[in-house]
């Protein structure tokens, strides 16, 4: 069992930055993939960045190169770096684990509450 907690979200102007965290605990986190979904209001929940733990990241179109995704020392967070962030980032993002590193949604077994992204306009 894993719990998931996401932090860091807020409100933000476009072209700023802002820097969201996931924390886990439980057991067995070392053996999981860890990635980063996002929800806008009336969308599906898409794929935003995923590493593994030899540190292989693969991300979405729409965010790479503004978003980075990153493992703190202790490999009990997950980090999603994002830079020059537009008014379609806005979403409530969640982190999830899974076994492989994949940007299939349903690959993704373990999930945390969300938190949201507002970037204006």
């Known amino acids: 069992q894993v719990q998931l907690v996401e932090s860091g979200g807020g409100l933000v102007q476009a072209g700023g930055s802002l820097r969201l965290s996931c924390a886990a605990s439980g057991r067995t986190f070392r053996n999981y993939v860890m990635g980063w979904f996002r929800q806008a209001p009336g969308k599906e929940r898409d794929f935003v960045a995923t590493?593994?733990?030899?540190?292989?990241?693969l991300y979405a179109d729409s965010v790479k190169g503004r978003f980075t995704i990153s493992r703190d020392n202790a490999k009990n967070t997950v980090s999603l770096q994002m830079n020059s962030l537009k008014p379609e980032d806005t979403a409530v993002y969640y982190c999830?684990?899974?076994?492989?590193?994949?940007?299939?949604?349903?690959?993704?077994?373990?999930w945390g509450q969300g938190t949201q992204v507002t970037v204006s306009s």
């Open positions: 999830a684990t899974s076994a492989v590193v994949t940007m299939a949604r349903g690959r993704y077994n373990y």
């Open positions: 590493i593994s733990w030899s540190g292989y990241t």
